[in-house]
């Protein structure tokens, strides 16, 4: 018969537990979209008078992702995005562009991505949306990047979702460049930002192409 546990035994256990104890919180699901983008507790969201829809990153050091709801699929679309603000002016961490629409989202982790890194105006490629990933092609014409003339800029992305699937490229109404990806058959829109008080805006303009108008272009 195994002995009887003295009074005050079990306490005594459940204190050493307490007091040992490591509480590991796991991925949450993403906040539910209040404008045109769902994110994580980090990053806040308005709606701005004719400047669509707008995200601010509110801690710094750490890359957090803002991902659009609609999802591109067919024809040819445009997205603009407005850099309002960036960590000293250059959008260091900072990447635009589009992600898989069929990966799973958490709040630290998602889906391959697509997009245009504004200090360096070059390709970023990466399996995580949350991370900048491998820097690639030049994007920008004539120049090396945005580096101290970040704010303000306007980068317009052509999302090819026809036969080849692919994005284009334009910064402040230069010409589009192929970036000579191959997209999955959907994407949304993606904004990753590092530094605290990064701006974005993306505006959606009234102008979607179809597979058979693209024939014409």
């Known amino acids: 018969m195994a002995p009887k546990k003295k009074k005050g035994d079990k306490k005594k256990s459940d204190k050493k537990k307490k007091k040992g104890e490591v509480t590991v919180v796991g991925p949450q699901e993403l906040k539910p979209a209040k404008t ?3 994110h994580n507790e980090f990053i806040f969201s308005a709606l701005e008078l004719n400047a669509g829809a707008t995200v601010v990153h509110v801690r710094g050091g750490q890359g957090d992702a803002a991902i659009g709801i609609q999802i591109l ?12 603000k960036s ?19 958490t709040d630290r982790s998602g889906g391959r991505a ?3 890194n504004p200090s360096t105006c070059r390709l970023s490629t990466t399996n ?11 994007l920008m014409e004539g120049l090396n990047g945005l580096k101290h003339c970040c704010d303000g800029a306007v980068i ?18 230069g010409p589009m460049v192929d970036a000579c990806v191959q997209l999955p058959l959907a994407v949304r829109p993606w904004i990753l930002m590092t530094w605290e008080e990064d701006t974005v805006s993306l505006d959606y303009p009234n102008q979607i192409l179809t597979e058979q108008s693209l024939l014409t272009l």
């Not at 995580?128 to 030049?138: E, I, K, P, T, V």
């Not at 999302?159 to 699937?165: G, K, T």
């Open 114 to 116: 697509w997009g245009i």
């Open 156 to 173: 317009e992305i052509e999302v090819e979702m026809a036969a080849r699937r692919t994005l284009r490229f334009s910064v402040n109404g």
């Open 73 to 84: 699929n067919d024809g040819l679309q445009r997205l603009i995005y407005t850099i309002k």
């Open 87 to 105: 960590s000293s002016n250059c959008g260091y961490g900072m990447v635009l562009g589009v992600t898989d629409a069929a990966a799973p989202l």
């Open 128 to 138: 995580n949306c949350y991370q900048r990933g491998s820097l690639g092609m030049q």
């Open 36 to 38: 045109n983008f769902q």
